[in-house]
């Protein structure tokens, strides 16, 4: 059997949190090999991980156990994968297993990982030493680089995100599990990851319990009727530390998710508001499907490349002289008390916690073409028509409970075709209109640049939204972007929202643009296309109203062995 596709091959044994933050990785090779089958290889406790994903081809396991354990099972896989016929191995483990896999596996081009150990080493070493903080996901994407390999993520600031897909069918298992323990669909969840593979990185546990008990009681109160439960989140060697916790808070606030299969473990995190972890594996999870994540550091820092990816997420490192001590945690605390993790304070956690979970939930909306009639490079207000349904469908998504927020490309000020304060004055005038009618617009964000300049705040790109999170309080689970270009169906998967193609302006041709390379192109791939934002609005209020019923996130299911 020989086809023209590009099979690849990527390695990763482990663990959780590194095997995350490899997928921008998958993102690129896609991106680049339009034809082409990724084979993950992985270890057998990664299942579940790459189940449901438009990426990954197939995924081949290897854990080798008793007499096996050593080179006959080694030989065994090579065996195996040399059937494969691969074009290209990605070796992003570098160690000794990977290295035998990577020389004895054929194919055309073979490339490894560098780890960047010496800026890492230094940080752990010199903690004072200016030394810039290391991605991991970058680290991985110079890999391909290296073969000549483009990383449009660099300049599109798209695929670099860690991202993964969790499984459709799961969705039903994990609401039936919610009903028969008694946890309403109206209730909060508030996820935690009290353990950590070392003693060090694992905040103490009567913290835990304080800041599980105060938010849950806290939040019960403050929202009204609706109850506040806890999703305890841990492997096998977490059990005792989860059921102490599950003790000090009382038994029926306490949901248990110990030793969970990952794609289990993926639908059950997604239904949580907020989750907070220490710095380990869960907390790359659950920042991946885009739950606000809270990260607490404490021997390791942020700064050596493994912070949780969302735009809204946060990290807690106190930043004491000793920290970072190791690369991984993997050291003990020589000190007489662990001043990295004493000084984060529940209650600031609390205070933090609290202002994410209370943050409102935003759209954001493209202007021309979406909104208001296109017409290119809008600068008088006479010019300004709004679509047939636009106030309407402003109307419904406030009354749903949505902050309301316009982002808008306006190149022709770079262009020189018309002035920013015309622009301005536009804008004004939209939000005067808008006003009369009683929708308010929490503000009207532009990008000046011209294309050519590769700002940061260029739509598919998410500075104009880090200005609007950092002004207003604003969460980004279940945030959506609306317009007509395929800009803004990026904007919504870079802010790990959802998007919605609207057919007025230029989506008509946009449609056909993701349509003509629709196998390979997922990514590009909006949740719902809509007649017009009137469409749109009434499309999110059938969601909103039927949650249980998510859309699916990729609808190119792929084919599996
Ligand atoms: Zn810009």
Redesign the pocket.
């Known amino acids: 059997m020989k086809d023209n596709k590009y099979r690849i091959l990527v390695i990763r044994f482990s663990s959780l949190g590194d095997i995350i933050l490899t997928t921008p990785l998958l993102d690129t090779l896609k991106e680049n090999y339009r034809n082409s089958e990724i084979s993950f290889l992985t270890k057998q406790k990664y299942q579940g991980l790459f189940e449901s994903d438009p990426r990954v081809y197939s995924v081949i396991y290897f854990e080798p156990e008793g007499k096996d354990k050593r080179l006959p099972g080694l030989l065994r896989l090579i065996k195996g994968l040399n059937q494969e016929k691969f074009d290209l191995v990605v070796d992003l483990h570098s160690n000794i297993r990977s290295f035998f896999i990577r020389h004895l596996v054929k194919a055309k081009r073979k490339i490894r990982y560098h780890k960047r150990l010496i800026p890492r080493l230094l940080m752990v070493y010199f903690k004072k030493w200016k030394v810039e903080s290391v991605s991991t996901v970058d680290c991985y994407l110079e890999t391909l680089k290296k073969i000549g390999i483009k990383v449009y993520s660099l300049k599109m600031h798209l695929h670099r995100i860690p991202r993964l897909y969790s499984k459709n069918e799961e969705r039903i298992w994990a609401e039936d599990f919610l009903s028969e323990i008694g946890v309403k669909k109206e209730e909060y969840l508030i996820g935690i990851a009290p353990g950590a593979k070392w003693e060090t990185k694992r905040w103490d546990k009567d913290k835990f319990s304080f800041l599980a008990k105060s938010l849950s009681q806290d939040l019960s109160i403050q929202t009204g009727s609706i109850c506040t439960k806890v999703l305890l989140v841990g492997d096998k060697n977490d059990q005792k530390l989860i059921e102490d916790i599950k003790d000090s808070i009382g038994e029926d606030k306490v949901i248990q998710a110990v030793d969970l299969p990952l794609d289990r473990l993926m639908v059950l995190v997604e239904r949580c508001e907020l989750f907070i972890s220490n710095d380990s594996g869960p907390m790359h999870l659950v920042s991946a499907l885009g739950v606000p994540t809270i990260g607490i550091f404490g021997p390791t820092s942020p700064g050596l490349g493994f912070s949780p990816s969302g735009l809204n997420d946060k990290v807690f490192w106190a930043g004491v002289e000793c920290s970072p001590c190791s690369l991984h945690g993997e050291k003990g605390c020589v000190k007489e008390s662990r001043f990295c993790m004493d000084e984060i304070k529940p209650e600031e956690i609390i205070k933090e916690a609290k202002k994410m979970i209370s943050a409102d939930k935003v759209i954001f909306l493209d202007r021309d073409g979406t909104l208001t009639e296109e017409k290119d490079f809008v600068s008088r207000i006479e010019e300004i028509k709004f679509i047939s349904g636009a106030k309407e469908a402003l109307k419904i998504l406030q009354d749903l409970g949505y902050k309301l927020v316009i982002i808008s490309n306006q190149s022709g000020i770079a262009r020189g075709i018309m002035t920013e304060e015309q622009v301005k004055e536009v804008n004004r005038f939209i939000l005067k209109e808008l006003g009369n009618e009683g929708i308010k617009i929490e503000g009207i964000y532009y990008?000046?640049?011209h294309p050519e300049?590769n700002?940061?705040?260029?739509k598919p790109k998410t500075?104009l939204i880090k200005k609007v999170l950092k002004k207003n309080n604003l969460k980004l689970k279940d945030s959506w972007a609306i317009g007509d270009k395929l800009s803004d169906v990026l904007l919504g998967k870079n802010i790990k929202g959802k998007s919605i193609l609207v057919l007025t302006g230029y989506g008509q041709g946009e449609r056909q643009k993701i349509e003509l390379n629709s196998k390979d192109t997922f990514w590009q791939k909006p949740d719902y296309i809509a007649k017009d934002i009137l469409d749109a609005a009434l499309f999110i209020k059938s969601e909103s109203l039927n949650k249980s019923a998510k859309p699916t996130i990729n609808s190119s299911r792929i084919r599996r062995r």
């Open positions: 990008c000046p640049h300049e700002c940061n705040c260029r500075g």
